[in-house]
């Protein structure tokens, strides 16, 4: 028996089977076939099948790591599409040594190595757009091509993460920690704010910042963000008070589940290295 031309129906065992798979887009597709007979189109459900199978498969994903924010995005985007992977963490010494190097001539992290693909990535940004098109095909974190306007602001507020919001920040920590300037640090720290106030206009009336939804554009900046008051120290900024739109969504972003493991995980690496009070 078939649903239609050339798609077979699904038994109880099979639907079972599917539902139990944390994909957003098999559970609708499947319930739509085997329950209401409305199916969406028959290559997508071939697809999504084969999709499910292939990350039954899959084999870890390697994350180079290091205890600053950014590598940290990477993981917690990983750990929200439950894509299985492994986390190795190196100083910022071991980043400029040969072995490392050999990974990434940049001596930056992070990157991943993908054995599915066989890919070597680094930068941030190149490795949020490859997770969201290689694995993200339910649109958890994304939006379908078909939601042009969605789409590409979601890629907006991940570009303004990323040479924006996490940048400046890193300027702070530079003029704070590194090298003392105090013009530059007061320079930076009046950037920060700014860069908040941008936040909070566009936050004014909405949850999210895009589509409705929490995506790969919110849970970008929470690294960054949770690691403010400690970079900011004095500077820092009564987030509820001055920018209450901030505030609430950065809240609304920590009751992920997700999140806290991974703010957990940094924790304890931070701790392993006794850099928690540096």
Known sequence: MTLWSGIPAMDEVSIYWAMQVEWACIKQEATNVYLHSKPQDPSEILTSVTFVQ????????????????????????????????????????????????????????PVIEDPNTSLVLAESGAIIEYILSQYDIGHTLSFSPADLHDKFHMMQWLQFQNTAHGPVLQHVFHWSFLDTNPPAHAYYVAQFRRILKVLDNELNGKDWLVGGKCSAADLSFFSFQSR????????????????????????????????????GDHHAELKRLNLLSK
């Open 228 to 263: 403010m008051g400690f970079i900011m120290g004095n500077a820092a900024p009564d987030l509820e008070a001055e920018f209450a739109n901030v505030d609430a969504w950065y809240k609304r972003i920590l009751e992920r589940p997700k999140v806290e493991k991974v703010l």
């Open 54 to 109: 292939t990350m039954l498969l899959l084999k870890p994903i390697t994350l180079h790591s290091h205890p600053g924010p950014n590598p940290w995005k990477i993981a917690l985007l990983l750990e929200e599409l439950s894509i299985p992977y492994t986390t190795k963490v190196y100083t910022t010494p071991e980043l400029k040594q040969s072995p490392y190097l050999a990974i990434n001539p940049n001596g930056m992290a």
